[in-house]
């Protein structure tokens, strides 16, 4: 079985100091930086948002950030503005050894539907070629680690899931929003009880 590491979204904005930080979103980065050797294949995934992306409070009056509306009918969580394209908040984390990945997917470019989900947005109307990408190389196993455990990491793992790849979530190199108490665990039982598997990166070092 040929395997990949997928990086969600170890972005500047969402480490602590950042626009839209996850507590302890740093912590990650030298685990992501020590599991990358062990597989075969390193993607990374890249929120890549155009400035007035219609997810972000700032474009609808009277709204502040984490409130919720609807957009194109779709339920939307209006976010402070991140990782806009170009832009230092955009870029991976400084630590992260990017020389490590192989290669990486952008979302959320457009600027009418959200993206969580490294493989398609949040309709899935359109697709990032993700899943087109790892059949190529005849990738069958996914390791899902990155931020944010309740959100963008949760999407991306249920879709691997739901496209054929036998899909693991790396717990310890995972960290959640948690806008409510309990989303980051409730999130990370939902992968579990969709048939995600759930591992820890030390277990992962030691048989590699």
């Not at 502040?64 to 402070?80: K, M, N, V, Y």
């Not at 979530?169 to 579990?192: N, S």
Request: hydrophobic share 45%; net charge negative; aromatic share 6%.
């Amino acid at each position: 079985m040929k395997s990949a590491l997928l990086l969600v979204d170890i972005q500047n904005d969402f480490l602590p100091g950042g626009a839209l930080a996850v507590a302890e979103g740093d912590a990650i980065v030298p685990i992501a930086n020590r599991l990358m050797p062990v597989f075969d294949h390193v993607i990374a995934s890249q929120d890549w948002h155009p400035p007035h992306h219609l997810s972000f409070a700032a474009e609808h009056d009277g709204f502040e950030p984490f409130q919720l509306t609807e957009l194109d009918g779709l339920q939307q969580i209006l976010w402070p503005v991140h990782c806009v394209q170009g832009t230092p908040g955009a870029g991976f984390a400084s630590a992260l050894d990017v020389a490590g990945i192989d290669h990486v997917v952008r979302k959320g470019s457009n600027p009418r539907i959200d993206s969580y989900s490294a493989f398609y947005d949040n309709d899935h109307r359109q697709a990032t070629g993700l899943t087109e990408h790892l059949r190529e190389r005849g990738i069958d196993a996914l390791f899902v680690a990155g931020l944010a455990a309740d959100v963008c990491v949760k999407f991306t793992a249920l879709d691997a899931l739901a496209d054929g790849f036998d899909t693991t979530l790396i717990v310890d190199a995972t960290r959640g929003v948690d806008m409510q108490e309990g989303d980051t665990d409730a999130a990370i039982q939902a992968m579990r009880q969709a048939g995600v598997r759930l591992a820890d990166s030390h277990d992962l070092l030691a048989a590699g």
